[in-house]
């Protein structure tokens, strides 16, 4: 407290002083950006070639090269690299450096190692290196300019800067002189390129055993060739349901390019032809014993199917045995071997189980695969001499036995020899023969869907039928120009007599009390449409646009001088809306009826349905009506309010607020 309680000197830094006064990092502007443009070289590196050098040199100004670097470039231009002076090769001064046991740079006689602050020279007679420090003790006070290991004289301009903790710039590689003038041709970048991609561009040292395996490699080694994989596309018959996910995995993933348009999965030939199976095949196979017809599930199971049928083509089985047969379960052949381990696929591969819902090993003569567990399925198969409910999920089913079952009653009686399933007589599968192949009629299918998509023919019968579509000639432009002026001449001209035919009348709430077309109907039956019109051709086509239905569902108009009973009739239709759960949007163009009054007449919970399901605006001039229907159609639009049940009210003619004024002026 006092008179310096406000004073800035206080017995600690303040953070402001830190920051600016006395902090050692200044993190302002000009700091920012002198770290983002520094790039400092490492000063085991050369200033030509930014790689390690193997036998440095330094010129007058302390820069460090690798003679095979720098020679050529001094001989070709004559300048030194780093500061664009000129420098010639009598001027450079080879470098010895002192390593310790791990191979850093130290200084040989304070045996230092030497690191980004350290202030390190050179003597040019010998080139020995040494840090400023041990010059400075040993030579500069005491005056003695001999080198501190060979005891060669020098002078004081002998003394060379490597590096100096004050002048960091040195080592910047942004303002090397070759850097901002890139002196090297197209080819000498290319060579650069070649030889840098090189795996022994990074191998600074090697012994003779790995120089010979290099070059031994180099004879022997063939690169591998990669085949980059051809992007399809997917056509009307091969386009899958799904895309491929390319737009969600570049948009999730880092490593996956953006892509922005979506493209669909393309299904495999064999997906393509499994679709149009839509029957099942017929083979039967012909043994020693007898015939036995089969029936083939080839919608249900394709791939065991077509697998079956093309080895029965090709004569895969021809000659075969049956090689395992067990009494009161099955019957299992199929392997060319005769062993039970053999036995390939069309594939050349195994393929996958599939099991289908509504098949069961619940029969006799039920044909499966065999395997040696899930997804092995080869050529081996067997045939059930009973069911064998205990295999689903375990075999496939494909085909079922539908003739020759006297043949598979004698194979089954056949016996075995002791200790082993193999028949005694041999039961050969002799031939098989092919009745119906529904995978060779797939495949000719989808070659004509082919054919008839490369030469432009509609795909889609629809397609041809939209091309008849005739559209409507057109007599005029607006609403209505597709009706003919005959015919809209007739309608007015019966609008007209009827009128004239039919006076209004004035006395009586059912008399004086006029309702639109149909309106009445409404109040028994809603979603009646009722035409309305004022005269103003704005309001005129709004309400138009309501009339044919476009956002709203109905439109009704009370017309009748005050005191004719139009809020009575109003609180009808306001039940009856209520009953149907729809929604009203009334309009009172004269100011006679109120949602106050319909309040009265409602009680209980319709109050609250009331104010709910029923608005409530009031219009007694033109711009107001015009401004509350634009303002419901933007509504309607925006799907601020729904358009289903909901019920256009108008209370009092339209044309009332269109009375007195010139109508030519909105036209």
Request: net charge positive; aromatic share 8%.
């Amino acid at each position: 407290m006092g008179k310096k309680q406000h004073q800035k000197d206080k017995l600690y830094l303040t953070t402001t002083e830190w920051k600016e006064s006395f902090g050692g990092h200044k993190d302002d502007t000009g700091t920012k950006k002198q770290r983002a443009d520094f790039k400092r070289l490492p000063i085991n590196h050369c200033s030509l070639s930014f790689l390690p050098f193997e036998d440095p040199v330094c010129g007058p100004d302390g820069a460090i090269f690798d003679i095979a670097n720098i020679v050529p470039y001094i001989k070709k231009l004559g300048i030194s690299p780093v500061t664009g002076k000129k420098l010639a090769i009598k001027d450079l001064v080879h470098l010895k450096f002192d390593k310790d046991t791990e191979g850093n740079f130290r200084c040989p006689v304070t045996f230092r190692t030497f690191a980004l602050n350290t202030h390190i020279v050179a003597i040019r007679p010998t080139g020995n290196v040494y840090s400023y420090d041990a010059i400075q003790e040993l030579n500069l006070k005491p005056n003695h300019l001999k080198d501190l290991l060979t005891d060669e004289p020098f002078l004081r301009a002998d003394i060379i800067t490597i590096q100096d903790p004050n002048n960091p710039e040195k080592f910047n590689l942004e303002q090397f002189h070759h850097v901002k003038l890139d002196h090297r041709t197209k080819e000498q970048i290319e060579t650069e390129k070649k030889e840098m991609a090189k795996p022994e561009f990074t191998i600074r040292r090697m012994n003779n055993e790995t120089r010979e395996a290099l070059n031994q490699l180099k004879k022997d080694y063939v690169p591998k060739k990669f085949d980059t994989p051809v992007e399809e596309t997917a056509d009307a018959i091969n386009a899958a349901p799904w895309s491929q996910g390319q737009v969600s995995a570049g948009f999730t993933s880092t490593s996956v390019a953006p892509v922005t348009h979506n493209k669909a999965a393309v299904l495999s030939d064999e997906t393509v032809k499994y679709q149009r199976v839509k029957k099942n095949g017929y083979v039967r196979i012909v043994s020693n014993h007898g015939a036995i017809n089969l029936e083939l599930f080839c919608p249900k199971a394709p791939k065991a199917c077509e697998n079956f049928i093309n080895l029965c083509r090709r004569g895969y089985y021809n000659n075969t045995r049956f090689h395992r047969l067990i009494k009161n379960f099955m019957i299992q052949g199929g392997d060319p071997t005769g062993t039970g381990h053999g036995g390939e696929s069309m594939w050349a591969k195994q393929f996958e189980d599939e099991f289908y819902p509504g098949l069961s090993h619940s029969a006799r003569g039920i044909l499966s695969m065999a395997n040696k567990g899930s997804n092995t399925n080869q050529s081996q198969f067997f045939i059930t001499f009973r069911p064998c409910k205990y295999l689903d999920g375990k075999h496939s089913i494909f085909g079922k036995v539908v003739g020759g079952t006297d043949t598979l009653n004698t194979i089954e009686k056949i016996a075995t020899e002791d200790g082993t399933d193999r028949p005694l007589e041999d039961v050969i599968f002799m031939r098989a023969e092919v009745f119906v192949d529904p995978f060779e009629e797939a495949e000719q299918e989808v070659i004509k869907e082919r054919e008839a998509l490369e030469k432009g023919k509609p795909g889609d019968k629809n397609d041809a039928i939209k091309k008849e579509v005739i559209k409507p000639k057109a007599y005029g432009t607006g609403i209505g120009k597709y009706i003919k002026p005959e015919v809209k001449r007739a309608a007015t001209d019966a609008s007209t007599s009827s009128d004239a035919s039919n006076p209004k009348k004035k006395k009586g709430i059912r008399t004086n009390l006029m309702l639109s077309r149909n309106a009445a109907d409404l109040l028994k039956e809603e979603g009646t449409m009722v035409g309305v019109c004022c005269g103003v051709p704005e309001i005129d086509r709004i309400l138009g646009d309501f009339h044919r239905g476009l956002p709203c569902g109905a439109i009704t108009e009370f017309v009748g001088h005050a005191g004719a009973g139009k809020t009575q009739l109003c609180h009808q239709l306001v039940s009856n809306l209520l009953r149907h759960g729809s929604r009203a949007f009334f309009i009172d163009t004269e100011g006679s009826f109120s949602t106050k009054r319909l309040l009265q007449m409602l009680g209980g919970e319709n109050k609250v349905r009331l104010l709910k399901n029923v608005l409530y605006e009031r219009c007694v001039d033109h711009e107001k009506l015009l401004s509350v229907l634009r303002s419901l159609v933007n509504q309607l639009d925006q799907k601020v309010l729904d358009s289903s049940n909901l019920q256009l009210v108008i209370v009092d003619s339209v044309a009332h607020v269109a009375k007195g004024l010139d109508s030519d002026s909105y036209r």
